[in-house]
């Protein structure tokens, strides 16, 4: 267990920074894969978003390019601040009322966009 994790801490936060870009990347292609743009814009028109459609697309391309920019390390900071704004606003329209849990205790909850904000905080503090 000496070499465990086998990887110096710049190694891990590279890692760490790919696999979270990796996550961004895939939920919004999935959302234009599945076409489900509309319904999520119906959903936030129903929020009181009026510019539903509008606002989706741009979420959906800054998940995309922001996803490619941070995997290869540029703009992080930037992007960092950006993903955890698109987080928090998750959490403030859709998860908190879920509770806490998202698997096992509870469905959709505020834990896995908690701990991408840590994840995020941490690659933004890696630029500092």
Do not use: C, D
Not at 21 to 42: K, T
Not at 66 to 84: D, K, P
């Amino acid at each position: 267990m000496n070499r465990f994790p086998f990887v110096s801490l710049n190694q891990s936060l590279v890692i760490l920074r790919v696999a979270v870009a990796l996550i961004f990347f895939l939920h919004a292609a999935v959302r234009v894969a599945n076409g489900s743009i509309p319904a999520f814009a119906e959903f936030l028109n129903a929020k009181g978003l009026v510019i539903g459609l509008p606002l989706v697309w741009a979420i959906t391309v800054f998940e995309i390019v922001g996803a490619v920019l941070l995997a290869i390390g540029e703009f992080t900071t930037w992007l960092a601040a950006g993903f955890i704004f698109l987080l928090i606003v998750g959490i403030v329209l859709i998860h908190a009322s879920l509770g806490w849990f998202v698997g096992e205790h509870g469905t959709g909850g505020s834990e896995y966009s908690f701990i991408l904000i840590v994840a995020l905080i941490v690659i933004a503090a890696k630029k500092a």
